[in-house]
């Protein structure tokens, strides 16, 4: 069995006849120009379905799994050790009970059956062990919590894309977004350019995104009522798209948004497809989106986005020759209809047509090949097609093989697919000479049909997985700007926060007194030196616990005082093309303590600070510290400066990572799962030239081997022919002689003579025929046998060379660090008056 294509079946001679012992095998990498899998209910197409997923899932291919009826799940079900209680659960009570028998002999027998069925299909233990180890499985639920649940939201953030350089990319995310959008409200075969509300809420998000900004649902609704543009195209927007009518949308989306079932879609994994394909350390994913409890509606809406966002990831991908990656649909009626344009079809199309370069195989099923547009179908260069029955079908399915293929015996198709059993099928593929004739193998997974959606959360833990709502943001906390912030600041956005549990008491006149060292009159920072004002982002109450400090029931804030710290920040560009760095780090210190002579040690002494917590504006009637050395002096801050910036030189490095045998390199941009899918990728590129090539090589002698036994079957076969001819002349010249010894008449001796030897001679020709076949089918095992040991060897070698990393430490060049900002930095603190003296605590924390 090979390991390195995937095993489906084997071949037959006739429809109707048992499978032989050739075994039929799939070369992955025909998937990269898509399949199609048809036939009518009961025809086994579900099952080779599973059958191609667990052959993906063996060979380390992730899949996203798009699961309309429930069928899916079954790829869940992986028992290795066939025991009859892993059965037992899944067992249908009710077609247990209509055979007569209980719960527990119905999953004794399934258990046989499956045992059974797996030995006769040449599948032990072991490939079942591998099957359930080879990728992570999950059930997803979008619109429900059944399952793993799917934040369709995360649909409407900004992708991490710059806009300037993927302006097609974005806008064609943008036009199936709002498609789907639509199609949740009804609109149906919409025409991006005629229809009004695609035109508007494709300009709101192409204005959010080029911006870098993402939107949610709340903000989209807020942003139709009130857009931030006056006009669409040459008319004003009001003249385009009047109020009152917008008002219309608004009403709509809203709805949507207001729904209480609406909730379950806001929350949970995000569409992002890395996340859906690979785990954290690199391990593929199977992941099965359940959609049965959703209503057409929802499916066209959810499938849509699934479809765009496998579409943005696909083309921020690099090429790849190898399968990088399996999305299946198992009923695509409806998503591609002949004549109508529904939201899903657009980048279904597109994805047939590109996703070859970027290693992406799309596999499509479907009992109603009639309701397919087969025009986008010929893209597809393997058909697996199983019995149908309505000439419809079959006629719609010819011409789409025919405009794939071309040259297409149609009257002896339509008679073949007619006379197709139970799991019996046509693989036609445009990369082999001809069709092959196959039954498919027996599936590893238990087909137990169709699961409800109560059963879901079972499966998903049977294999183990689960979702930490935790670690998801809800839509309602993300960020959202409908308009820019203004730059400028002023004394009366200064909102001081709010002391919660503060202790009330009668209130005093309060009496302004100065704070030793202080003054009303900022201090002038030397020129050249920038100047900020950190924030009160601490409660009276939260600035004595800070502060370790027990607050009195006297308490009471009489001021507010700044005092001076350094502020040093820097940006470090890495550049190391070789290794793929180029990279910006940045670094933004805080020093609070900082010696008259100006000695810092920045290791010890620096706290981290976010740039955008920094204000211009002080706090109103705030008092400041008078500035002392080092802050005084220019000279000193100068010297300060080239100290930080040598500092930033000493300690500033990043980290590579290197695969030197493949010749992959990553920068710290990169993680360590996606450098890990790279190495894999050129590891497959580089194992499967090889593997073409010593099998091209082998193939030769096989097919010289093959050739030659063929030839002496058929010599063999005469000499057969001819010895029994010579037996029965030689019993014929026998009984003649016998006859003769009773009558008058005497044959000669010699003619009986001649024939024994005539006979002997047919005799050892037979034998010698026999020889040369046993041998040349020796030779045949032992050259398939010296195959599989190399393809392994193969295998095994390029397997090691992808966890063959090292890391390679970057450090920062002088040239590459810039300074972005050093100067001073106000740090604020609360002037309170209690135990009849004046304290201070920060107020930033």
């Not at 899916?72 to 249908?92: G, Y």
């Not at 009710?94 to 002999?105: H, I, K, L, Y």
């Amino acid at each position: 069995m090979s390991d390195k294509q995937f095993y489906l079946g084997r071949h037959l001679e006739n429809p109707q006849a048992e499978p032989g012992k050739k075994s039929l095998f799939y070369d992955p990498s025909d998937l990269t120009t898509h399949a199609i899998v048809t036939g009518m209910t009961g025809s086994g197409k579900t099952g080779l379905c599973v059958t191609l997923l667990e052959e993906a899932a063996l060979q380390g291919i992730p899949a996203l799994i798009i699961d309309p009826k429930g069928d899916l799940t079954n790829l869940l079900l992986h028992f290795p050790n066939l025991a009859p209680q892993d059965f037992e659960p899944w067992v249908d009570s009710e077609t247990a009970r209509r055979s007569g028998v209980s719960v527990e002999q119905a999953a004794m027998k399934t258990a046989e059956t499956w045992k059974d069925g797996l030995e006769k299909w040449g599948i032990d233990s072991s490939r079942l062990r591998a099957l359930k180890n080879a990728a992570q499985f999950a059930v997803y639920t979008p619109g429900s919590d059944a399952g793993i649940p799917v934040s369709v939201l995360s649909s409407l953030a900004v992708p991490d894309l710059d806009w300037r350089e993927n302006r097609e990319i974005l806008r064609e995310k943008i036009a199936s977004t709002v498609t789907a959008l639509l199609g949740l409200l009804g609109e149906n075969d919409i025409d991006p350019l005629r229809s009004r509300e695609h035109i508007l809420l494709s300009h709101i998000f192409e204005n959010a995104w080029s911006k870098g900004k993402s939107l949610d649902l709340t903000e989209l609704i807020l942003q139709t009522q009130n857009p931030p543009f006056e006009k669409l195209g040459a008319l004003p927007l009001d003249t385009f798209f009047p109020a009152k009518a917008r008002t219309s949308l608004v009403m709509q989306l809203n709805a949507i948004l207001a729904a209480p079932s609406f909730e379950t879609w806001r929350e949970g994994q995000a569409l992002d497809i890395p996340d859906l394909l690979y785990t954290p350390d690199g391990r593929p994913r199977h992941s099965v989106f359940y959609l049965a409890h959703l209503s057409d509606t929802e499916r066209m809406f959810f499938v849509t986005l699934l479809f765009s966002a496998v579409e943005t990831w696909m083309r921020t991908q690099g090429g790849a020759k190898s399968l990088r990656a399996l999305l299946y649909m198992d009923e695509i009626y409806g998503y591609l209809p002949p004549q109508k344009n529904p939201p899903s079809k657009p980048p279904l199309l597109r994805m047939l047509k590109q996703a070859r370069a970027f290693g992406v195989g799309l596999m499509l099923a479907t009992q109603n090949p009639v309701d397919v547009d087969y025009k986008a179908l010929s893209n597809a260069g393997s058909w697996f097609i199983g019995k149908l029955q309505t000439e419809q079908d079959k006629e719609r399915l010819l011409d789409g093989l025919d405009s794939a293929a071309g040259g297409l015996n149609r009257q002896a198709y339509n008679k073949l697919i007619s006379s197709l059993g139970k799991r019996a099928f046509i693989l036609h593929n445009v990369h082999e000479k001809q069709p092959s004739l196959f039954r498919t193998r027996w599936a590893m997974n238990y087909l137990a049909g169709p699961m409800t959606r109560t059963q879901i959360p079972a499966l998903n833990q049977l294999v183990g997985a689960d979702w930490d709502a935790d670690v998801v943001m809800a839509a309602d906390d993300s960020e959202t700007v409908s308009k820019p912030k203004s730059t400028s600041e002023t004394l009366a956005s200064y909102q001081p926060v709010p002391v919660n549990g503060q202790r009330r008491r009668p209130k005093r006149k309060r009496v302004q007194r100065p704070h030793d060292g202080s003054s009303e009159t900022r201090p002038v920072v030397p020129s050249g030196f920038s100047e900020h004002y950190l924030p009160f982002n601490l409660s009276l109450v939260e600035a004595f616990n800070a502060a370790n400090r027990a607050m009195g029931t006297d308490a009471e804030q009489v001021g507010m005082l700044y005092r001076p710290t350094l502020l040093a920040a820097a940006t470090v560009r890495f550049l190391k093309p070789k290794y793929g760095v180029d990279s910006d780090l940045s670094r933004a210190l805080l020093v609070t303590n900082v010696n008259a002579r100006g000695v810092i040690r920045w290791e010890e002494a620096g706290r981290e600070i976010q740039m955008n917590a920094l204000g211009r504006m002080p706090a109103p009637q705030s008092r400041f510290v008078a500035l002392e050395p080092p802050f005084s002096a220019s000279k000193s801050l100068n010297a300060l400066k080239r100290d930080f910036k040598d500092w930033v030189y000493r300690s500033m490095t990043v980290r590579a990572r290197a695969n030197e045998a493949l010749k992959v390199y990553a920068g710290p941009d990169v993680s360590k799962s996606e450098f890990m899918r790279a190495c894999a990728d050129a590891a497959r590129d580089k194992r499967d030239a090889e593997i073409d090539k010593i099998s091209t090589k082998f193939e030769r002698k096989l097919d010289t081997l093959e050739n030659r036994l063929k030839r002496e079957e058929r010599e063999l076969r005469q000499d057969e022919d001819e010895l029994s001819d010579r037996k029965m002349e030689e019993m014929g010249t026998h009984a003649e002689n016998v006859m003769s010894l009773f009558s008058k008449r005497r044959r000669r001796m010699t003619t009986s003579l001649t024939k024994r030897r005539l006979t002997q001679q047919a005799k050892s020709d037979v034998e010698e025929s026999i020889e040369a076949i046993d041998d040349y089918e020796r030779q045949i095992r032992d050259l398939e046998t010296e195959l599989k040991a190399k393809l392994d060897e193969i295998g095994d070698r390029w397997g090691d060379v992808v966890n063959d990393i090292s890391e390679v430490t970057i450090a920062a060049t002088k040239t590459n660090i810039f300074v972005d900002d050093f100067g001073v930095a106000w740090m604020p603190y609360y002037l309170v008056e209690t135990g009849g003296e004046t304290v201070e605590v920060p107020a930033f924390g």
